[in-house]
Structures are given as C-alpha cells and as structure tokens.
T-cell receptor
Framework: GEDVEQSLFLSVREGDSSVINCTYTDSSSTYLYWYKQEPGAGLQLLTYIFSNMDMKQDQRLTVLLNKKDKHLSLRIADTQTGDSAIYFC?????????FGTGTRLQVFP | EAGVAQSPRYKIIEKRQSVAFWCNPI?????LYWYQQILGQGPKLLIQFQNNGVVDDSQLPKDRFSAERLKGVDSTLKIQPAKLEDSAVYLCASSPLAGAPGNEQFFGPGTRLTVL
C-alpha cells in the first residue's frame, strides 16, 4: 500500500525559510496535501496540489511536486514563531488519505 | 460555520474497560471519518462513512472496535474491551462529498484516550 515518509524534526530561526520534505510511494496518488497540527488541536489543511501540477504558491507557502521522484516539499517563507507545529504530508489515491509521520517544526528567535 | 465537535476531549480508563467517543460533523457534510493517531505517528484511518453507510473499515480492529453513524449525522466510536495499545488521540473528520476535487477533510480537536 501507499507509504508516506517525512523527516521528524526541523529547527529554523525566525525570519528564515523552512523547507519540509515528504516522499510517497504510490504514483497514482491524485492529490497531495499539507496539514498543520498545533498542540492539543486537530489537523488544519494548509494547502494541496493536484498531481498534474509541479508548483503551487499561496502567500508564504510554496509547494513543489516532483512526480518522477515522488517527492513533495513545503516551503514556508519568513517563518514565524506561530508556525511552530507538526506538519503532515498526506497522499490521496482513491478517497483514502495516507499520512506521513509528521515533521515537528521549531522556530527560535 | 461551526467546526467538527468531539467529546470527551480526554478519557482515562483501565485496560479491559469500555469507552465511547462522540463526533458531530459539520452540518451538511456527507462523509465522516474516524482516525487513530498514536503518539509520534500520523493519523491512520479506522473507518469512513458516506451518509450512514460504511465505505471503508478495512483498518478497524473489528474484534474490539465498532462505529455507527445513525441517521447520517452524528457518529460514535466504541472500544470494548480496551487494550494498552489503544492509547492514542481519536480524530473525527468530515468532508462535503467523498471524491470531490480537493475534498478537504475538516478535523475535530480529537479525544485523547489513555489506557492504564
């Protein structure tokens, strides 16, 4: 079945850019998502990209998709302390979402 | 628009006891999902409902877990009897229609279950 992998931790200085990476195994995945989870809260959808696109930009967020390598990244420009959270990559084949293990982003002053 | 509501927020039980979680999805959302999120992992789908019918329950441990969605609105997830490895956050999500482009799933805050 589908497997989605992410690095576990990322630490950046406030104001720098953050890049969170994700790899997936199912080349038939139609949509790829990025969710944010803050402590004690549910998941919040940040953005998604359709598999026939290679880039999507939404304010400070840029998603890059390399379909050949099955690699997805989320870039956060001008990272703020409020961006500290766990970020989950998820892939959708039919209607089931498969989530990665999450990347904990820590932003320090 | 009100979000997905879940209760209780926290529950502590002893192993072999029973527990039930409740979810109220966003009004009008046809699809409802229950996920299990073990500490340090991503959410794993347990069961998906379309209105009041089950679409996917392939990862639901049916010997101890059960779920229902009567009248296609609220849903309950039950564990009977609980095991230590059931300690996790149980997330409920809803979406307007399964398979729609983008098809954003809206998540509730979750119920944190601790089994002692």
């Amino acid at each position: 079945g589908e497997d989605v992998e992410q690095s576990l931790f990322l630490s950046v200085r406030e104001g720098d850019s953050s890049v969170i990476n994700c790899t997936y195994t199912d080349s038939s995945s139609t949509y790829l998502y990025w969710y944010k989870q803050e402590p004690g809260a549910g998941l919040q959808l940040l953005t998604y990209i359709f598999s026939n696109m290679d880039m999507k930009q939404d304010q400070r967020l840029t998603v890059l998709l390399n379909k050949k390598d099955k690699h997805l990244s989320l870039r956060i420009a001008d990272t703020q302390t409020g961006d500290s959270a766990i970020y989950f990559c998820a892939a959708r084949g039919t209607d089931k979402l498969i989530f990665g293990t999450g990347t904990r982003l820590q932003v320090f002053p | 628009e009100a979000g997905v509501a879940q209760s209780p927020r926290y529950k502590i039980i002893e192993k072999r006891q029973s527990v039930a979680f409740w979810c109220n999805p966003i009004s009008g959302h046809a699809t409802l999902y229950w996920y299990q999120q073990i500490l340090g992992q991503g959410p794993k789908l347990l069961i998906q409902f379309q209105n009041n019918g089950v679409v996917d329950d392939s990862q639901l441990p049916k010997d101890r877990f059960s779920a229902e969605r009567l009248k296609g609105v609220d849903s309950t997830l039950k564990i009977q009897p609980a095991k230590l490895e059931d300690s996790a956050v149980y997330l409920c999500a809803s979406s307007p229609l399964a398979g729609a482009p983008g098809n954003e799933q809206f998540f509730g805050p979750g119920t944190r279950l601790t089994v002692l």
